[in-house]
């Protein structure tokens, strides 16, 4: 599979939110893709989009703003996620954090291929080039200091990948940030999620 051949070929299109998630159309757009790629999640027939969605459709209209959802283990955060953006046909770029994950992995690395070294993009790089969702579970088990990576990140800024030439990537226009958490940031209190720490006032932000 080409994955840059395939976002490249990524068509923008506007959805009435009503229509997609309630069947009955409201007059507010909301922007997403005109097909689904191999990125983008399975849509659940069978999930129902209750009132506390409407949270999450109104991040989406906005591009500035990074998504920051927590709650108990089993909650639905990360599935509340995926199938709204499953319905607009978003290609999803997921990850899982833990203390070892490293801000580079997010970005990308060199590989070789046919003989020649060649920069490919991870995660992150390719949700901001090409516009997709980058979806970090567990954000609060990150070293605080690969979190501190993402801090201009969710201020808006461009991505600078110095071990690809000095490349810039300026946020694509559909470009979102979501993470999921067991806590605020703020470190658990209640002793059930062992791993979690304390990140700093950026990440913490965001989820407050």
């Known amino acids: 599979m080409d994955i840059i051949a395939t976002l490249n070929n990524l068509t923008p299109t506007d959805f009435d939110a009503g229509a997609v998630f309630s069947g009955a159309p409201s007059g507010n757009i909301v922007k997403g893709y005109a097909a689904p790629t191999l990125f983008t999640p399975a849509v659940d027939p069978n999930y129902i989009f209750h009132d506390h969605c409407r949270d999450l459709v109104?991040?989406?209209?906005?591009?500035?703003?990074?998504?920051?959802?927590?709650?108990?283990?089993?909650?639905?955060?990360?599935?509340?996620?995926?199938?709204?953006?499953?319905?607009?046909?978003?290609?999803?770029?997921?990850?899982?954090?833990?203390?070892?994950?490293?801000?580079?992995?997010?970005?990308?690395?060199?590989?070789?291929?046919?003989?020649?070294?060649?920069?490919?993009?991870g995660p992150l790089a390719l949700a901001m080039k090409y516009g997709g969702i980058v979806l970090i579970n567990e954000i609060d088990l990150l070293d605080p200091?690969?979190?501190?990576?993402?801090?201009?990140?969710?201020?808006?800024?461009?991505?600078?990948?110095?071990?690809?030439?000095?490349?810039l990537i300026v946020p694509h226009d559909m470009f979102r940030f979501a993470a999921t958490a067991n806590s605020n940031g703020g470190s658990d209190e209640t002793g059930l999620y062992q791993g979690v720490q304390k990140q700093n006032l950026a990440v913490r932000r965001i989820g407050a």
């Not at 599935?79 to 319905?87: D, E, G, M, R, Y």
């Not at 070789?112 to 920069?119: A, D, I």
């Not at 200091?145 to 490349?167: F, K, V, Y």
């Open 145 to 167: 200091s690969t979190a501190a990576g993402l801090n201009s990140i969710l201020d808006g800024q461009p991505l600078c990948i110095p071990e690809n030439g000095g490349e």
């Open 58 to 121: 109104l991040w989406f209209v906005n591009p500035t703003d990074p998504l920051y959802v927590f709650g108990p283990a089993g909650s639905g955060k990360t599935s509340a996620i995926k199938q709204l953006v499953a319905k607009l046909n978003y290609p999803v770029f997921e990850v899982t954090g833990h203390s070892r994950l490293e801000f580079p992995e997010l970005v990308g690395h060199h590989v070789v291929r046919q003989g020649n070294m060649e920069f490919e993009y």
